[in-house]
Nanobody
Framework: QVQLVESGGGLVQAGGSLRLSCAAS????????MGWYRQAPGKQRELVAVVPSGGRTNYADSVKGRFTISRDNAKNTVYLQMNSLKPEDTAVYYC???????????????WGQGTQVAVSS
């Protein structure tokens, strides 16, 4: 079993910054990709940013130039630095990881419990 634990959400004024962290633990042989998604009230969950192992990062157009995703493979942790936050960034942010639990297993999709980010105008 794999657990993803997020931290770093909160309330911030427009123009401010927050840093989200997500640590994966449990049965992990390798992690193919780690990323962040968000879901605002009444809207579908959407991709914010993703960082594959050894690949290029990918960002939603709405956060390019403001958010930065990074990954510490030794700690199985992914970060999301969010700068110049806007009220429209308000959402529950979910961590996602594509994990290979053992050498002989396939890839499994895991989600964190979500962390609330609220940006006031």
């Amino acid at each position: 079993q794999v657990q993803l634990v997020e931290s770093g959400g909160g309330l911030v004024q427009a123009g401010g910054s927050l840093r989200l962290s997500c640590a994966a633990s449990g049965s992990i042989f390798s992690i193919n990709a780690m990323g962040w998604y968000r879901q605002a009230p009444g809207k579908q969950r959407e991709l914010v940013a993703v960082v594959p192992s050894g690949g290029r990062t990918n960002y939603a157009d709405s956060v390019k130039g403001r958010f930065t995703i990074s990954r510490d493979n030794a700690k199985n942790t992914v970060y999301l630095q969010m700068n110049s936050l806007k009220p429209e960034d308000t959402a529950v942010y979910y961590c996602n990881a594509l994990v290979v639990p053992t050498r002989l297993s396939g890839v499994y999709d895991y989600w964190g419990q979500g962390t609330q980010v609220a940006v006031s105008s």
